[in-house]
């Protein structure tokens, strides 16, 4: 069975710093998607960002990036030049790449909160 | 704005009731998929709709039951409810066609549930 693990209870970042938050997974798949949900206090949830397992290229948008280590099973997410607004709890996930409907439901890590001090 | 709702937002209700949640999925968005949030499970997986039909199931308890319209909105049933189903219970959609990828699930805003 497929596991997602996030091993940062909680992080705290200087706002404008970077921080970097892990996750690692385990599956014996090899076509997958890993996801970095944001939850602010609103509890709603985010997508922040996306990855292809078959794209060796690490995907970002904007100031999020991530670094994804295929045969190390990693997958961190990288803020930079934190704001007041990326405080929230960041999830990582993971889904099998399916099509016309097959499975395709989200395994989620626990979290990590991250704070982000002015 | 993720396009997908749900209601109600809150539900309060006593132990041993039934209540029904309910999802319209995005325009156009054929799978519907429904989560629990608690606080001692983390986010859980709970079944999966395809255009009507069941396609997987998580943790799903057998209390539980839930449904995929011909409209495509989807109704989650939680009876016999305990004080432990107190949670936040989400549903997301997500496009999923024939012969490429499904694409990136997008999640309501929830139904906050509190079993008293």
């Known amino acids: 069975a497929q596991t997602v693990t996030q091993s940062q209870p909680e992080m705290s970042v200087q706002e404008a710093e970077t921080v970097t938050l892990s996750c690692t997974y385990d599956?014996?798949?090899?076509?997958?998607?890993l996801f970095w949900y944001k939850q602010p206090p609103s509890r709603q949830m985010i997508l922040v960002i996306r990855?292809?397992?078959?794209?060796?290229q690490n995907a970002t948008e904007n100031r999020f990036s991530v670094n994804f280590q295929k045969a190390a099973k990693s997958f961190s997410l990288k803020i930079s030049d934190s704001q007041l607004g990326d405080a929230a709890m960041y999830f990582c996930?993971?889904?099998?790449?399916?099509?016309?409907?097959?499975?395709?439901?989200?395994?989620f890590g626990k979290g990590t909160k991250l704070s982000v001090k002015p | 704005d993720s396009g997908v709702t749900q209601t109600p937002k809150h539900l309060i209700t006593a132990t041993g009731q039934r209540v029904t949640l309910r999802c319209s999925p995005r325009?156009?968005?054929?799978?519907v998929y429904w989560y629990q949030q608690s606080l001692d499970q983390g986010l859980q997986f709970l079944i999966q709709?395809?255009?009507?039909?069941?396609?997987a199931k998580g943790n799903i308890l057998e209390r539980f039951s839930a449904q995929q319209f011909p409209d495509l909105h989807s109704e989650l049933n939680l009876s016999s409810l305990e004080l432990g189903d107190s949670a936040l219970y989400f549903c997301?959609?997500?496009?999923?066609?024939?012969?490429?990828?499904?694409?990136?699930?997008?999640f309501g805003p929830g139904t906050r549930l509190l079993v008293l």
């Open positions: 997301a959609s997500s496009y999923s066609p024939d012969r490429a990828p499904q694409e990136t699930q997008y």
């Open positions: 599956t014996s798949e090899s076509d997958y998607y």
């Open positions: 990855q292809e397992a078959y794209k060796q």
């Open positions: 996930a993971y889904s099998l790449m399916n099509y016309g409907g097959s499975q395709g439901n989200l395994i």
């Open positions: 325009s156009g968005d054929l799978s």
């Open positions: 709709y395809y255009n009507g039909e069941e396609r």
